[in-house]
Nanobody, 124 residues
Framework: QVHLVESGGGLVQAGGSLRLACAASGRPFSTYPMGWFRQPPGKEREFVASISRSGDNTYYAASVKGRFTISRDNAKNTLDLQMNILKPEDTAVYYC?????????????????WGQGTQVTVSS
């Protein structure tokens, strides 16, 4: 069973930065692509970013491209999301996601396993 645990959320002013982390266990981490999603208040969960198994390829939602950076450390089984120039509209619960298949495409990424989420609040 895949187990994902996020950390690093919090309250930050607009223009600030936060770094989220996800610790993964339960299957060989390096053999699966990974992703981040978020759910803003009152809205549905949406895709944020994804990364290939090796970490060489990444894909971002248009709303975060150029501000957020997804990365992974396959030796430590961790996934990170560096968030810069944060905006109030980035306020959401952020989820680490793992796919069902190791062949999941990163540009059409669907999560099958989810962490419990971590709250990010950006004040104006």
């Amino acid at each position: 069973q895949v187990h994902l645990v996020e950390s690093g959320g919090g309250l930050v002013q607009a223009g600030g930065s936060l770094r989220l982390a996800c610790a993964a266990s339960g299957r060989p981490f390096s053999t699966y692509p990974m992703g981040w999603f978020r759910q803003p208040p009152g809205k549905e969960r949406e895709f944020v970013a994804s990364i290939s198994r090796s970490g060489d390829n990444t894909y971002y939602a248009a709303s975060v491209k150029g501000r957020f950076t997804i990365s992974r450390d396959n030796a430590k089984n961790t996934l990170d999301l560096q968030m810069n120039i944060l905006k109030p509209e980035d306020t959401a619960v952020y989820y680490c996601a793992a796919p069902l298949s190791r062949f999941e495409s990163i540009d059409n990424f669907e999560g099958r396993y989810w962490g419990q989420g971590t709250q990010v609040t950006v004040s104006s």
